[in-house]
């Protein structure tokens, strides 16, 4: 038995502390302040204090920590990206990620599990050549495997999808793993707070004031905050922020939507995917079998639930896994995901100076959280952005050099 | 020993038809119309089931169809709920989740060590060592889940059904049977839903031992019965609300997809446990539970029971347990105040003694923890919500049931929108903001007299019909009057915890002030590190106490504290239920079964079918293909290409169009003869090309790759509109079939069924005409796409299979072949042409893949012209090249999508690569760097191996063809 | 599932349609500055609220534009191109010379 669990048993008094402080009113004026209290929002907060030693800082959240995507997404984390960038960047963060419970102390539940996207089709299988290329080339484990080794990992799943879209392979992925997503939230939440770091929960931003191009404070439902840098990593709200600094961004918001099952005894060990079918699923530490598909494909402001979307979704899955015809759903809900036209991120700089953005995280937003908060704050700290996010710069629009994930036509998850 | 109690008026079951079973290997039996549970209770088995985390032996609690404490399997199905699965003949049963029996589960260890494991516990421990977590997370996910899949369970898909009425009334107790009645007297259509097998809601349990509530019943069942316009589905739940008044509603045999003008939401409530130690053995139980297995199931709850309550309901449910036959032998009132004296007068004269202002301080387990012995009273001080041990009172009994108050069924509401508020009179959320078309009736809306929820059903319906456009007149509920039907505070501290609040996940009181300790103090936060409303039942009988929890914690008033977000589904609802039966469409040609039989492999492209290549005994694929190519280049091949998209752009500004569409000029193209269509958007970027045929000054003929035709003829019509040019569009792509016939033999072979000059001075590369063949009136068109020679013959798509036929006679003395996609790929790729989508992706300009000489620049607009009038300034950063490999290489065979590396960098990647039989060496596509672009130049591939390949840059075609 | 009217079939169900982005008002191709292009090309008007969009009735093949509120996802009215009863809408009516108004590329 884990030995950290006898201190529980010990005392009457339940002596754990609170994980951040409970903070009302904020002071006049902070060196930063951070617009979004989610897993992004927070990590920025957490690596702006540890990494630059910038802790005059505070984390305005609209409503409950991690309570937007973070809490809402269907909690993969992977590096198997097409363009030699994205792959770079996201490996950073699966690198994070493999010793953030240990650095945060606290059990994230981090879960490797291995990770297929399945193939049905032989220019699907190009596709995954092609991902595992470019993968193997910047030195991430993800490589062309045929159905044989699908049914090894997963001999449930049956290859022919019911006879309606046999797969003829996958790209596998090694490092895919699942998380806690809350609990990711939570500890980058008490790591900051540990180091001065100040989260206002129920705390709107109302408006941002601009001067000569340069940002000068925050108007909020607490009352007008003074500060020279505000980061907005608000994923879904993030068009409604930019107005406030009069931003144009590519943004566009569609609804994205996930369920989950009954719990059952472990049986899914790995993460599959299917774009064709779009279909994403994996089977959490607590039995549920978590599920996703593809992005609403209608703008919406909202996370309200369709039922076209769970009709589809669980067509597909009974047709990969006929026997779960009577395994029943418990749950679904929607997040409000963030899409840019190359399906990748906008990070860094921005026109108006001191206004950074992290931005544009549509359906990949988890797996990026430490790295995308270890490179805001080391934009928002240096005033340039990190090497790692250049290829996601914002005026990569205007310049016509959208990133290299638009040309496999991404499959959301 | 049999809790059977002799036949009740109204009972569900049917006692001629007995069902014998066996639960944990015993042998029971029950009657047809039992559940799984009413048969086992009534048979004296009170272990139904063990928990989720601590494995506490669990019995009934709510048995109102979320009692998720008692899930079971028959080996087949994974999770039944045993208070909602009709029980079966000869179904053999056990309890999921347990290690060696339901009643010796070995897991139960884990209760005693309850102490180690506080709430988020394994937030906090496992971690370190990280590489100890592996081993850790084994053991917890073993411990979580609750049954066990089975992976032989067979694929069952239920139909789909799709209704529509003017209005649907969700729950038929008093207040929904009412509505639909009121509504469908005014001629409205109604579908009225529940979730039971019969109408009635609360009136089908709650009698408090009298006759009149039956009655009432019985008269509404009958109205229902007779009116033609109210359509009843039993046994059937509203699984969640979606846009414009859609609820899917779900019953054994499946879904129908209701759709109503106006929705009455008259779901009535659940009734809320009160918190107090040991408040889950098997025998505590909710009164309306103890009411729904007398009166519905006839099966006596307890023997001798004690009534814990804070509202009038707990008098009722002794009076319904006395007229059962049990005895009750105290009432427990947590109020000081309050008491209905009719409901006291009536139990003290039969004999019931009641404690006012006290608590049930603790359940007294039985030693093997199995069931209940006794209750302890005690004293309770209802302002601070304190139990007084000075003045304690044991009482034996072998159960317990529970009153303390209500909260909504309120989901539906919540997912329609619907603004809610506390209404401090009955201590309960109420809609106080209704979306438009959704109305609420009865308790959901917080009116609990018996007389008053038939009104405010009548009331909603009036002000359906008022939504609807009629005149109904005016139907007046009156205001709640008397004591609160709900406690606001019914909780118990005690020192040894095990008060339950959520009964799925196993949290007691501590857990939830120990969440709030640690900053988890607002609803969402304290939802998800509990854990509280997550299990199956969605906290059905968790969420309203967590929130009273909360409140008291931070002091604030409940309405401060809010509501978590109400998801679907209402009940957990079967994949197979919701996927239904599904449709994957496709297209076929005319020629399919032709392909069919002589062996052909098909591939999806689109939402076509088509041959990929034939296949034939003995040979591979490779072989097959490399074959059909050489028919091609030796004689004649032809292949069915009528899934191409075929569009007739028609009318005086035809040319205009294509000239703003494409990117080519199309005004000065003579009639007669084909052009090159390259599409961008407006970013710049390739989207499509294909071949415009002009056959009159005001008819062009397009042909557009068969998986972009649906979406370039979309963006054709949406232009026009914008244009407003004086143009038609017609798509023709399933009215005409298209055969393709290529090779040095093409001319004889089309030139026998064709009677116009074929000869390049009559009918050259590119030419276009409409002619008759076969007696039907054809487009032809000479092609150069896959050989130099080669015709395509495009006919009404019925004639298709003669066509084919035909040509194939004609072709007989030259060896004609039919050939496949794979076939075509390899053969375009030969003479060196790009295929759109396949050698370029979602980012490829013009630029890239050398399309320069196909952008009329000079013309005043095209559609992505002036995005590249600024990509032209910018340097090319890869450029699309043929390359061939020596002819000696006997190297791995390079892939599509191998990388085009320059050491350390990546400069492009393969996009077509094969063995040429026509250049007898390896050729392909690839995108390199600008600067590599010149015949003769070298560059590296990198196999799938890793091993490098040097390919040479050449011009194309990659052979010498005629 | 969620209804909507096309102007020329009445209400159906939103599998029917497909969505064809937001409206927008192309510049003058040639009187604009790259600048000015790239944000016509890329750049959204994303914030919540009312929005002119593109919708296709998919078994009939019309294009025609609604007006809905993105927040709340409430359909306001739906009218052809340049057919807006109200008379306000300016689609269609305001010919230069290259007869161009932008679209989002559905394919």
Same mark, same amino acid.
């Given at each position: 038995m884990a030995y950290q669990l006898l201190k529980f048993a010990l005392g009457r008094e339940y002596k754990e502390p609170r994980f951040f402080r409970d903070c009302q009113t904020p002071k006049k004026s902070y060196d930063a302040v951070i617009i979004g209290g989610g897993g992004h929002g927070l990590a920025a907060a957490y690596y702006l204090a540890k990494d630059h030693g910038i802790t005059n800082v505070a984390v305005l959240e609209r409503g409950y920590i991690g309570g937007g995507n973070t809490g809402r997404n269907t909690t993969i984390v992977r590096s198997n990206y097409l363009t030699p960038d994205g792959v770079s960047f996201y490996d950073a963060s699966v690198k994070l990620f493999e010793g953030l419970s240990t650095e945060l102390d606290i059990n994230l539940f981090y879960s490797n599990r291995g990770h297929f996207t399945l193939a049905h089709s032989e220019s699907a299988m190009r596709t995954m050549r092609w991902r595992a290329e470019v993968n193997k080339h910047v030195g991430v484990k993800s490589r062309v495997v045929g159905t044989d080794e699908i049914s090894r990992a997963c !001999? #449930? @799943?049956d290859i022919s999808c019911s006879g309606k879209a046999p797969i003829q392979g996958a790209l596998y992925h090694e490092p895919g793993s699942i998380a806690r997503h809350d609990a990711v939230a939570w500890g980058y939440a008490r790591g900051a707070d540990s180091m001065g770091v100040e989260i206002f929960q129920n705390t709107e931003v109302q408006g941002i004031d601009v001067k000569d191009g340069r940002v000068q404070g925050v108007h909020t439902s607490r009352g007008y905050i003074a500060t020279g840098k505000v980061l907005s990593a608000v994923a879904g709200f993030t068009p409604r922020v930019c107005k406030m600094v009069n931003l144009q961004t590519p943004i566009v918001i569609h609804p994205l939507q996930a369920c989950v099952s009954e719990p059952m005894k472990p049986w899914l060990d790995t993460i599959l995917v299917s774009g064709s079918l779009h279909v994403y699923v994996s089977q959490s530490s607590r039995g549920e079998l978590v599920m996703g598909s593809s992005l609403d494909p209608y703008e919406v402001h909202s996370t309200r639930s369709t039922f076209d979307f769970v009709e589809g979704l669980t067509s597909h899955i009974v047709d990969m896994?006929?026997?779960? %015809?009577n395994v029943k759903i418990v749950r679904q809900w929607a997040g409000m995901a963030d899409i840019t036209p190359d399906f990748a991120p906008i990070m860094g700089n921005t026109p108006v100076r001191g206004f950074y953005l992290d931005a544009g995280w549509g359906t990949w937003g988890f797996k990026a959280t430490p790295i995308s908060g270890k490179t805001m704050a080391y934009t928002m700290a240096n005033d340039r952005p990190h090497e790692l996010i250049h290829s996601f710069r914002m005026s990569r629009f205007e310049e016509y050099e959208l990133t290299g994930e638009k040309g496999a036509a991404s499959v959301g998850h | 020993m049999s809790m059977r109690l002799p036949k009740q008026a109204g009972e569900w079951i049917s006692r001629d038809k007995t069902v014998r079973f066996t639960f944990e290997g015993q042998e029971y039996s029950g009657y047809e119309g039992d559940t799984i549970t009413s048969a086992l209770w009534a048979a004296g088995v009170k272990v139904l089931g063990r928990s989720f985390k601590y494995h506490r032996a669990r019995g009934v609690l709510s048995f109102a169809n979320h009692d998720v404490n008692v899930m079971v399997t028959d080996g087949n199905d994974t999770n039944i709920r045993g208070d909602v699965v009709a029980l079966g003949n000869g179904m053999q049963l056990d309890a999921v989740n347990t290690d060696g029996g339901v @009643? *010796?589960? *070995?897991?139960?260890y884990i209760d005693s060590l309850s102490p180690l494991l506080p709430v988020g516990f394994y937030y906090k421990a496992f971690h370190k060592p990280a590489r100890l977590f592996p081993f850790w997370e084994k053991i917890i996910r073993k411990a979580a889940g609750l049954g066990v899949v089975n992976f032989n369970y067979p694929r069952i898909t239920k139909r789909k059904l799709n209704k529509h009425c003017d209005l649907l009334v969700i729950g038929a107790g008093p207040s929904g049977l009412s509505a639909a009645l009121a509504a469908a007297s005014e001629g409205l259509e109604v579908v009225l839903v529940d979730e =039971? #097998? %019969? @109408?009635g809601g609360s009136l089908t349990y709650d009698y408090a031992g009298s006759e009149s509530s039956r009655k009432i019943l019985e008269e509404l069942q009958a109205k229902v019965a007779e009116t033609a316009n109210i359509h009843v589905y039993t046994g059937a739940y509203a699984a969640g609300y979606y846009a414009d008044h859609m609820v899917p509603v779900v019953t054994a045999k499946g879904i129908t997809r209701v759709r109503a003008k106006a929705v009455i939401v008259a779901t009535g409530v659940f009734e809320q446990p009160p918190v107090f130690h040991n408040n889950d053995l098997p025998g505590v139980m909710l009164g309306s539970a103890a009411q729904r297995l007398i009166n519905r199931y006839a099966v006596k709850p307890f023997n001798k029971g004690v009534v814990v309550t804070a509202n009038a309901h707990g008098y009722r449910v002794a009076l319904d347990l006395l007229n059962a036959g049990a005895k009750v032998a105290a009432l427990v009132d947590m109020r000081a105040e309050g008491q209905r004296d009719d409901l006291v007068g009536e139990l003290v004269r039969k004999g019931v003694k009641i404690y006012p202002a006290s608590c049930v301080y603790e359940a007294v387990a039985t030693s093997d923890k199995l069931g209940v012995q006794g209750a302890v009273i005690f004293p309770f001080d209802e302002a601070t919500g304190q139990a007084n041990p000075g003045k304690s009172v044991n009482i034996d009994c072998d159960g317990i049931a529970m009153s303390a108050g209500w909260a909504p069924a309120a989901a539906l509401l919540y997912q329609a929108g619907t603004g809610m508020g506390y209404s401090n009179d009955i201590q309960q959320f109420v809609p106080n903001c209704l979306p438009a078309g959704v109305f609420a009736a009865g308790r959901v809306n917080g009116v609990y007299c018996l007389q008053q929820r038939a009104n405010d059903g009548m009331r909603a319906a009036a002000e359906v019909l008022r939504y609807l456009g009629k005149r109904p007149p005016e139907v007046t509920v009156d205001k709640h009057q008397g004591p609160s039907p709900s406690h606001p505070y019914p909780f118990v501290e005690h020192p040894k915890g095990k008060n339950f609040v959520d009964f799925d996940e196993d949290i007691q009181i501590k857990d939830f002030v120990n969440a709030a300790k640690e900053g988890f103090d607002n609803i969402e936060l304290m939802k998800r590190f509990t854990t509280v409303g997550m299990g199956p039942s969605q906290g059905k009988h968790s969420n309203m106490n967590a929130i009273r929890i909360l409140a008291k914690i931070r002091n604030l008033p409940v309405e401060k504290i809010g509501t978590t977000t109400a998801r679907p589904f209402f009940h957990p609802t079967p994949f197979g239920h919701l996927g239904g039966r599904s449709f994957h469409s496709h297209r076929l040609t005319s020629i399919h079964a032709w392909h069919e039989s002589a062996g052909a492999f098909f591939v999806d492209v689109g939402a076509w079918s088509r041959p990929a290549y034939y296949q034939q005994a003995g040979k591979s694929k490779q072989q097959l293909v490399q074959e059909e190519a050489q028919a091609v280049r030796q004689t004649a091949g032809i292949i069915d290409s009528g899934t191409l998209g075929k569009i007739e752009v028609c009318g005086p500004d035809a040319a205009l169009f294509l000239e703003r569409f494409y990117t080519g000029k199309f005004a000065d193209q003579k009639v007669g003869t084909t052009r090159y269509a390259l599409l961008l958007d407006e970013a710049g970027v390739v989207v499509d090309d294909g071949i415009a045929s002009r056959l009159a000054d005001e008819l062009f003929y397009l042909t557009i790759s068969t998986s972009n035709a649906a979406a370039v003829y979309r963006e054709m019509q949406r232009w026009l509109q914008i244009w407003q040019l004086n143009v038609g569009l017609v798509n023709v792509t399933g009215a005409y079939g298209l055969i393709n016939v290529a090779g040095p033999a093409a001319r004889d072979i089309v030139g026998k069924l064709v009677s116009i000059d074929l000869s390049d001075a009559a009918f050259p590369m590119g030419a276009a005409c409409e002619t008759e063949v076969l007696g039907v009136p054809v487009r032809l068109v000479r092609v150069g796409f896959v050989a130099h020679l080669a015709y395509e013959i495009h006919m009404p798509s019925a004639h298709g299979l003669n066509f084919w036929l035909a040509l194939m006679e004609a072709g007989a003395g030259y060896g004609i072949r039919p050939f496949g996609t794979d076939a075509q790929r390899l053969l375009r790729l030969e003479l060196g042409h790009h295929l759109a989508g396949y050698d370029t992706d +979602?980012?490829? =300009? !013009?630029y890239e893949i050398g399309a320069e000489s196909a952008l009329a620049m000079d013309k005043p607009f095209f559609i992505g012209q002036r995005s590249l009038k600024i990509i032209g300034k910018k340097k090319v950063a890869k450029l699309l090249v043929p390359f061939v490999l020596p002819q000696e290489y006997s190297g791995e065979m390079p892939q599509d999508c191998n990388l085009v590396i320059d050491g350390a960098a990546i400069k492009g990647r393969v996009t077509s690569v094969a063995y040429s039989p026509a250049a007898k060496r390896i050729i392909g596509l690839a995108y390199v760097d !600008?600067?590599? =672009?010149? !015949? +003769?130049m070298v560059f590296d591939i990198r196999t799938d191996n890793g091993s490098i390949v040097k390919a040479t840059v050449v011009e194309t075609p990659f052979f010498n063809a005629d | 599932m969620k209804l909507l009217e096309c102007p020329m079939n009445g209400v159906r169900p939103l599998s029917e349609f497909l969505f064809g982005g937001e409206y927008r008002e192309m510049p003058d191709p040639d009187g604009s500055d790259d600048y000015e292009w790239a944000g016509y090309v890329h750049y959204r008007d994303n914030a919540p609220g009312v929005k002119k969009e593109w919708w296709y009735h998919g078994p009939s093949g019309t294009w025609f534009i609604a007006e809905r509120n993105t927040l709340t996802d409430e359909v306001l009215k739906t009218y052809l191109f340049g057919k807006d009863p109200s008379g306000k809408d300016q689609t269609g009516s305001k010919p230069n010379k290259n007869q161009t108004t932008g679209t989002e590329q559905s394919i």
């Open positions: !001999p #449930q @799943l896994f006929p026997f779960l %015809s | @009643l *010796k589960d *070995k897991n139960k =039971n #097998q %019969s @109408l +979602g980012l490829t =300009n !013009p !600008p600067a590599r =672009n010149q !015949p +003769g | -």
